[in-house]
DNA sequence: CGGTACTGAATCGTGATTCAGTCACCCTTG
DNA sequence: CAAGGGTGACTGAATCACGATTCAGTACCG
């Protein structure tokens, strides 16, 4: 957890290279699912890497086989999921022609992500934001890429006429992240029922898009 | 950090008697600046009481005559300041008349509230989103409250026949919270502006304002 | 004195990380 | 085909630094 005094960071461990079946990206995933489960009930701080080891059936070492620390194992969580959501998300953007369903597009696709993995969503709105040290220097790199992606949506809408031109394409993308992760975060920490997530999606989008629409 | 497996908290230790001047008053408010420093400079994780302490000009052992523990320092902290946020916010609230005008009273407050304080904004965005329990404990029902104010002047706006009336107070409140958050987020991460906040606050009251109002 | 606020060095449990082995598998060679 | 041995994944008990918390003692005030 100590800022690294080494301008060179470790090397991160690779992975047991693949071999026929590919016994080891079964394993790394079995690890990082195990831990969202962990991390979930009991938080990262309070976990203790032996906890994810047993809940994934490996011994504590493996863990050390596949990530560079329990740091590590936290960041990689989010990296895997939050490059997984953009690739889908660019994939879905590719076909939605005009930006009032490019934009409900990105709305739904953030919590449709969430909506069956609460355990996920608790992480990556909870537990991921430990210290502005892992926050700045790990996850921001990705949540500027997505930022970017929506604030792109936003920018061609304006280009285009749809959207209001009044108002910075940044500032709009960082609300609706804001709104969509608040709306998450609550969502977790309650009773998160079944399909609230995506109750919440539409009203969500109907608001900002009537926010956002030029007025002719 | 452990789950308490007694059912009786153990009581909140007395802050010493306030005697004329108030010293005490002053010691406990000289603890939690320095925490807010400290820890938004190196995470709540990273920081050892003892740096606190030092930072706060105090013997170790004197954080504990005023907080029960480390955790219970940051949740103080927390609560000392949304408490805060609400007392000014509900005062504010009385001299605005208009639903519009509350709306923005309600966005200009939560982000002025952080413009000047970039550390307890990096505190509240992120340090203290530690542990699901931390926040399903202690931090969730100001939380509550709060979404709840906001709520209601949501659900005054619908009944004057201003705002919308087909979406949910709550969600709402949590898209605004959540849009405000995630907002002073990413300001605090990155190069946090002077004015930034204010500038934001002006478009995202705005687009919300916009999204909200009921069409004739 | 008696009491209260404060101090800070010592304690003591903890848990991330390491590493000396074990195991399973495959290739080579006779 | 069997034996030998090399390779790399995996194991889990031991280490060892660390830092939250405690508490015996000091200082000061009335």
């Known amino acids: 957890m100590t800022e690294s005094r080494f301008s060179t960071e470790p090397a991160r461990p690779r992975a047991p290279r693949a071999r026929g079946k590919s016994r080891d990206g079964d394993k790394r995933e079995r690890i990082l699912r195990a831990a969202t489960k962990v991390f979930a009930r009991k938080g990262f701080y309070a976990t203790k890497v032996s906890e994810v080891a047993k809940a994934a059936g490996v011994a504590d070492g493996t863990i050390y086989l596949y ?75 990705k949540f500027a890429l997505y930022l970017d992606t929506i604030a792109r949506v936003i920018a061609d809408g304006q280009k285009a006429g749809t959207f209001r031109a009044d108002v910075s394409p ?28 995506s109750r919440a999606a539409t009203q969500v989008a109907d608001v900002l898009l009537e926010g956002l629409l030029a007025r002719r």
């Open 67 to 141: 990530f560079k620390s329990k740091d590590d194992l936290l960041v990689s969580l989010f990296e895997d999921r939050i490059m997984l959501l953009l690739a889908t998300l660019d994939r879905a953007l590719g076909e939605r022609p005009t930006p009032e369903e490019r934009l409900r597009c990105v709305i739904e696709m953030q919590l449709g992500l969430l909506e069956g993995e609460r355990d996920l969503a608790e992480v990556i709105t909870i537990n991921l934001r430990q210290s502005t040290r892992l926050m700045k220097q790990y996850a921001a790199p």
């Open 170 to 197: 940044h500032i709009v993308a960082r609300t609706i992240f804001g709104a969509l992760d608040g709306i998450t975060m609550t969502w977790a920490l309650g009773k998160a029922e079944a399909g609230g997530l």
